[in-house]
């Protein structure tokens, strides 16, 4: 099984700011099989990347992925108020179970 | 519009069963294959299991394997979860999503999430 560790547990940081998410998986996620999910109080999570680069319908060009191997980030270029949620990342290169990162909270600094 | 409405939920004692439906719209639900995902209050996200688009294959996780059954009625655009010896760490929301239209697992569209709480 595939685990993810996702950091920093919480950032803070103001709209208009950058915004640098990592997810380390603890074996190499072969053909950059990760996605990201966005969730906010009450709701669903919400898919925003998948095969680590590419972005979800209607997702807008400021969020972007990256990454390969054990090594991903999630940028959000100039946060805007409707950005501020949790963060999660997921595997699905491995074999089952599909698994997720503990997740990051991005809140208003 | 993609729809999946999650119902079943409620509070039941250690031990009993219960059953959750997703009912799903807007798509062609028998041509995808879809999850159950849970999440305890506060935490983060876990996958519970998996059905083929055409209910054949059916995949869990170890922490709910052979307490849990998934299952589908393509002519009804139904999916279910019935979950037995239900214990206090099973408390979650539950939802119900849907796997892309590729073959890899990964979500597309998800529920609202039903809460599922085991308690005496």
Same mark, same amino acid.
């Given at each position: 099984e595939i685990v993810l560790t996702q950091s920093p547990g919480t950032l803070s940081l103001s709209p208009g700011e950058r915004a640098t998410l990592s997810c380390r998986a603890s074996q190499s996620v072969s053909s950059s099989y990760l996605a990201w999910y966005q969730q906010k109080p009450g709701q669903a999570p919400r898919l925003l990347i998948y095969g680590a680069s590419s972005r979800a319908t209607g997702i807008p060009d400021r969020i972007s992925g990256s990454g390969s191997g054990t090594d991903f980030t999630l940028t959000i270029s100039r946060l805007e108020p409707e950005d501020f949620a949790v963060y999660y990342c997921q595997q699905y290169a491995s074999s089952l179970p599909i698994t997720f990162g503990q997740g990051t909270r991005l809140e208003i600094k | 519009q993609v729809q999946l409405v999650e119902s079943g939920g409620g509070v039941v004692q250690p031990g009993r069963s219960l059953r959750l439906s997703c009912a799903a719209s807007g798509f062609t639900f028998s041509t995808y294959g879809m999850h159950w995902v849970r999440q305890a209050p506060g935490k983060g996200l876990e996958w519970v299991a998996v059905i083929s688009f055409d209910g054949n294959n059916k995949y869990y996780a170890d922490s709910v394997k052979g307490r849990v059954t998934i299952s589908r009625d393509n002519s009804r655009n139904t999916l279910d979860l019935h979950m037995s010896s239900l214990r206090a760490e099973d408390t979650a929301v539950y939802y119900c999503a849907r796997n892309t239209?590729? &073959?890899? &697992? &990964?979500?597309?569209y998800w529920g609202q999430g039903t809460l599922v709480t085991v308690s005496s």
């Open positions: - | 239209e590729s &073959y890899h &697992y &990964y979500f597309d």
